[in-house]
């Protein structure tokens, strides 16, 4: 009876700590989407004050990250059974892909500020497209890494062709756009900057969402996906 009291509490305290990692990962998670929206609503309001605020907001994610390792060794420590080895090794791989975001959205708020020293473009509209739709796909893999969903992450990781062909018509609009009037070169130059920042936070979606696939089916061959980044040929 106390060897089987003393099994049930060490699988219990297993388990508790997998739901403090997940939870630990999934708070990273909301953290760097929230700074990506407010990085775009910055942009949009050439908000200088508010652009420094995510800067400096920055360091949570870095912080959470040092959790995550932490959590992560703690139960590494434990002798883990395959399946458990799995969500280790994701969870390591979601919270370098999470912090990579949050540095993303801080390099679009700090780009901002220099892009407000130039009078407004019309082409923020393109990069605040790009930006929505690289949050969606953020939040949307955080939910599928929540409920184990391969599926959701599979429609992520599918839709990061739609990312890519609106990232490469605004790379070809600035770039058209700067060969036209030298004086926008500057501004142009930091919103092509921006746009590969976005660009880049999408490609991170996707990552998390092959990591979901990962841990759900293992090593089973994930099914082919289509790229639309033709900005090398542009």
């Not at 590969?196 to 990591?211: C, V």
Request: aromatic share 4%; net charge negative; with cysteine.
């Amino acid at each position: 009876m106390a060897t089987t009291t003393m099994h049930d509490h060490i699988v219990k305290s297993y388990d508790e700590e997998q739901h403090r990692l997940l939870e630990e990962i999934l708070r990273m998670g909301a953290i760097a989407a929230s700074q990506l929206e407010a990085a775009l609503d910055v942009v949009e309001r050439r908000d200088d004050k508010a652009a420094e605020r995510i800067i400096a907001n920055d360091e949570a994610i870095d912080a959470l990250e040092r959790e995550v390792d932490h959590g992560v060794m703690k139960l590494a420590l434990r002798g883990p059974l395959a399946r458990d080895l799995r969500t280790i090794l994701a969870a390591l791989k979601v919270a370098a892909d999470l912090e990579r975001i949050g540095d993303y959205a801080a390099n679009v708020a700090k780009r901002s500020t220099a892009l407000n020293l130039s009078p407004p473009l019309p082409h923020t509209r393109g990069l605040d497209a790009l930006g929505r739709l690289a949050l969606e796909q953020v939040r949307d893999v955080l939910v599928a890494y929540r409920d184990n969903d391969a599926d959701l992450a599979q429609r992520v990781r599918a839709r990061d062709a739609e990312l890519d062909t609106l990232y490469t018509g605004l790379f070809r609009e600035l770039l058209t756009y700067m060969m036209e009037d030298a004086r926008a070169i500057t501004p142009c130059t930091h919103l092509l900057f921006m746009a590969k920042n976005l660009e880049r936070i999408g490609d991170h979606a996707t990552n998390i969402a092959e990591n979901v696939w990962f841990l759900v089916h293992g090593e089973d061959q994930l099914p082919p996906r289509e790229k639309r980044d033709a900005t090398n040929s542009a």
